[in-house]
C-alpha cells in the first residue's frame, strides 16, 4: 500500500503571500492519479486539483498542482482570506484510495 | 446540479450495522462515466475511503474494511447505500458519499469531484 506524508503539518503564513504544500508518496506513482482537496470546517472536502495538475472545474488559477514520482506540490499563488483551511492530497492505486494526513494552512 | 445526500441513522450501538444512504439528484447514476464511493473521516484516522460502486453493481472495496462493507445501488431510486457490520467505537466517523470520476477526455484519473455535505455517525457501547 502506498502511503501519502504531506508536509508542512502546519503552514503559517499571512495574505498576499505564497503557499507551497507537498504530498510525498513512499513509492512512484502515476500523475494521473494524484489529487488535492481543500476542507474547511464542517464541510465536506473539494476537489481542486486532479491528474496532479489540472485544476476542477470553478477552482482559480491562483491553486496549481505539478509533480511526479514520489514528489507532488500544490502551490497557492496568492493567498486569500477563504484559502485558509486543510489540504489533503489522495492517490489511486491497485484499486484502493489513499489519502494524505493533511496540512493545515492558518493566518499568521 | 448534482447534489449527494447522505441519510440514516446516527447513533448504532455496538456490534450491530451500521447503514447509510446517498440519496443523488441532478444526474442520473446510470451515466457510465461514473462511480461512486463512500469516504468516512475520523480524528483519529483522518480521510478513509471505504469503497465504490458502478450502476451496474460492481464494488471494490477498501481491504482494511472489506470484511464488514456492503455497497449496494438501487438505480430506479438514484441511490446507493452502505452497510457497515460488527461496528465498534474506531468507526465513528462522519461518512461522506461522493461522486468518482474516472476519466478526463481521454487521460484515467481517479478522485471524487462532488461530495454530500456528510453525516455524522457514533457507536455507542
Known amino acids: 500500500e502506498i502511503v501519502l506524508t504531506q508536509s508542512p503539518g502546519t503552514l503559517s503564513l499571512s495574505p498576499g503571500e505564497r503557499a507551497t504544500l507537498s504530498c510525498r508518496a513512499s513509492q512512484s506513482v502515476s500523475s494521473n492519479y494524484l489529487a488535492w482537496y481543500q476542507q474547511k470546517p464542517g464541510q465536506a472536502p473539494r476537489l481542486l486539483i486532479y491528474?496532479?495538475?489540472s485544476r476542477a472545474t470553478g477552482i482559480p488559477d491562483r491553486f496549481s498542482g505539478s509533480g511526479s514520482g514520489t514528489d507532488f506540490t500544490l502551490t497557492i499563488g496568492r493567498l486569500e482570506p477563504e484559502d485558509f483551511a486543510l489540504y489533503y492530497c489522495q492517490h489511486y492505486g491497485n484499486s484502493l484510495f489513499t489519502f494524505g494526513p493533511g496540512t493545515k494552512v492558518e493566518i499568521k | 446540479q448534482l447534489q449527494l445526500q447522505e441519510s440514516g441513522s446516527g447513533l448504532v450501538k455496538s456490534a450491530e450495522t451500521l447503514s447509510l444512504t446517498c440519496t443523488v439528484s441532478?444526474?442520473?447514476?446510470?451515466?457510465?462515466?461514473?462511480?461512486w464511493g463512500w469516504i468516512r473521516q475520523s480524528p483519529g484516522k483522518g480521510l478513509e475511503w471505504i469503497g465504490s460502486i458502478y450502476y451496474s453493481g460492481s464494488t471494490y472495496y477498501n481491504p482494511s474494511l472489506k470484511s464488514r462493507v456492503t455497497i449496494s445501488v438501487d438505480t430506479s431510486k438514484n441511490h446507493f447505500s452502505l452497510n457497515l457490520n460488527s461496528v465498534t467505537a474506531a468507526d465513528t466517523a462522519v461518512y461522506f458519499c461522493?461522486?468518482?470520476?474516472?476519466?478526463?477526455?481521454?487521460?484515467?484519473?481517479?478522485?471524487?469531484?462532488?461530495w454530500g455535505q456528510g453525516t455524522l455517525v457514533t457507536v455507542s457501547s
Open positions: 461522493a461522486r468518482q470520476i474516472e476519466r478526463s477526455g481521454w487521460s484515467p484519473v481517479a478522485c471524487f469531484d462532488s
Open positions: 441532478g444526474v442520473s447514476m446510470r451515466d457510465n462515466s461514473y462511480y
Open positions: 491528474g496532479a495538475s
